[in-house]
């Protein structure tokens, strides 16, 4: 059974604190994605990877193949940052592009 | 701004109903999945269209379907209607590629009564 699982599945942070959330998966993929949801359920990607690392201002995504592992970094964070962050993966499956979602990881950033 | 869009933005229906949903991708964007997302659960994959053609489709009976447009729009069709089909409808578009970067619509709220 192909799953993806988040952790923590809330977090509550203050302002500036560094936030690492985590994926993991079951089997092989693809390509492993970074999403962020905001109240009102507009998805916004943040990471494509394959392998290695990513940057992008304050967000840093890091995956490890051969643990099957991924994590998302915020660094100085801020209020705006709270929302919900989902990891997918696109297993390696006959449906091109398909993704399997975790439940999502909910930050909440207080000043 | 991802450049696809959906409509309409919410809706409300009653069990036994049919719902029309639409997504319009990006040009150039051949791959659109739909998703359904209930309240607090990850999304789950309903189906897939590459080039006007089903490409997969998941855990959802016969009364989902779906048709893609050689325009790049797409239309979600959910017959007789249930109560637990209430929930966030989302698409996403990509040029193909497993590899490729998915973009997101906005997201349909069905809500059934």
């Known amino acids: 059974k192909n799953e993806v699982e988040q952790s923590p599945q809330n977090l509550t942070a203050q302002e500036g604190e560094f936030i690492t959330i985590n994926c993991s998966y079951s089997?092989?993929?693809?390509?492993l994605h970074w999403l962020q949801q905001h109240p009102g359920g507009g998805i916004v990607s943040l990471f494509m990877l394959s392998s290695g690392k990513k940057k992008h201002g304050r967000l840093i995504a890091t995956i490890n193949i051969q643990e099957k592992h991924s994590s998302l970094h915020i660094t100085a964070s801020h209020p705006r940052d709270s929302a919900v962050y989902i990891c997918a993966v696109s297993f390696l499956d006959p449906i091109r592009s398909k993704l399997t979602f975790g439940t999502g990881t909910r930050l909440q950033v207080t000043l | 701004e991802t450049g696809v869009t959906q409509s309409p933005t919410h809706l409300i229906k009653t069990r036994g109903q049919q719902v029309t949903l639409r997504c319009s991708s990006q040009s150039g964007h051949n791959t659109v999945s739909w998703y359904q997302q209930a309240l607090g659960q990850g999304p789950q994959f309903i189906f897939q269209?590459?080039?006007?053609?089903?490409?997969g489709r998941g855990n959802f009976p016969p009364r989902f379907s779906g048709l893609q447009f050689p325009n790049y729009s797409s239309e979600l069709n959910v017959n007789a209607l249930e109560l637990d089909d209430s929930a966030l409808y989302l698409c996403?578009?990509?040029?193909?590629?497993?590899?490729?970067?998915?973009?997101f619509g906005p997201g349909t709220r069905l809500t059934v009564l």
């Open positions: 089997v092989g993929i693809s390509a």
């Open positions: 996403a578009s990509s040029p193909g590629l497993p590899t490729d970067t998915q973009y």
């Open positions: 269209y590459y080039r006007e053609e089903e490409n």
